[in-house]
């Protein structure tokens, strides 16, 4: 049941901005990946989302200051999403695009289970076997990767896991921190975080790790991985602010359909059988465990105007 406050419709429209504004996170990351370092595209990626993200907050009411208590998981929260943006950006470096982004909406499961082994949430049979059908559906993908790409094939699995950190992180900090310092002080600590890397990492030899000066195009892609994973999660976090995570979370799978037509239409990529089979299921099983959370919430939420939990989230431009 929705809040009497809820606003739907404006909602779903922020949803459906968000799916075509985030496959662009996607495409700039692989096009700089052709010159660049998968944690110095990170890092870069950060930079400019903050560098974007601190005025917004200076421009607004929202308090700047940080709780002592939430240190602690805002820079796990970096540190994850700084985790999670690498292995995407090494997977996407090998990998075609829908390739990588298909394994990473594995992610809801992850969570779910992650939910499962640390805090002991509930999860039935049903929900299981779901998570097991979706991951089934994710080695669909993987395994010809793993022949024509090798280890890097499992990269986007990597980074979903770090994406479920950085949800499960998220929602311990989302009752007590604004959403826009938040994104503002997670841009800035992964920056913090992520520059010693780059700088102990020159001359190693570990070439997703080593950085270089971007030249030519390479500016343009950076710049524009910034601004579309600022623009995409305000779009997010007001659609959310709007409508329970429950009833929009559905509509976060559309992402998929705009990134196939995005490799497709710029990098003349096109998804093998085996991949549209495997993007099938982890979405009919994604959308399964929506269904199956939803329910949860409504079964366990008192009577009267409270919100619902939020279910195993999308994978959002975080």
Do not use: N
């Amino acid at each position: 049941m929705d809040r009497p406050t809820d606003r739907i419709l404006p909602a779903v429209a922020l949803t459906v901005a968000f799916c075509a504004v985030a496959p662009f996170i996607d495409l700039f990351s692989k096009l700089a990946g052709q010159t660049l370092s998968a944690a110095q595209i990170a890092v870069a990626r950060y930079l400019v989302q903050g560098a974007l993200m601190y005025p917004l907050v200076a421009a607004t009411t929202c308090d700047w200051r940080v709780p002592g208590r939430l240190t602690g998981l805002l820079v796990l929260r970096a540190a994850s999403a700084l985790a999670f943006t690498g292995f995407l950006v090494a997977g996407l470096a090998v990998m075609p695009l829908a390739d990588a982004v298909a394994i990473v909406y594995v992610e809801p499961f992850i969570l779910m289970l992650l939910a499962w082994l640390l805090f002991g949430e509930r999860v039935g049979p049903r929900r299981l076997a779901a998570a097991g059908v979706g991951l089934a559906g994710a080695m669909l993908v993987v395994r010809p990767g793993l022949g024509m790409f090798g280890a890097a094939a499992l990269y986007p699995l990597a980074a979903a896991f770090f994406f479920a950190v950085y949800v499960l992180s998220t929602r311990a900090l989302g009752a007590a921190m604004h959403p826009v310092p938040m994104q503002a002080h997670t841009a800035g600590i992964a920056v913090v975080l992520g520059l010693p890397v780059l700088v102990l990492a020159q001359g190693s030899g570990i070439g997703a790790l080593e950085s270089a000066w971007p030249e030519g195009r390479a500016w343009l892609w950076l710049a524009g991985l910034g601004v579309a994973a600022t623009i995409s999660h305000l779009f997010m976090t007001w659609a959310l602010r709007l409508a329970p995570s429950a009833t929009l979370a559905p509509l976060f799978y559309l992402e998929l359909p705009v990134t196939v037509a995005l490799g497709y239409l710029v990098l003349d990529e096109f998804p093998r059988p085996l991949t549209w089979a495997g993007i099938a299921v982890i979405a009919g099983s994604g959308l399964y465990v929506i269904h199956r959370e939803r329910l949860a919430a409504l079964a366990a939420r008192p009577r009267g105007p409270a919100p619902p939990a939020p279910p195993a989230g999308p994978r959002p431009a975080g």
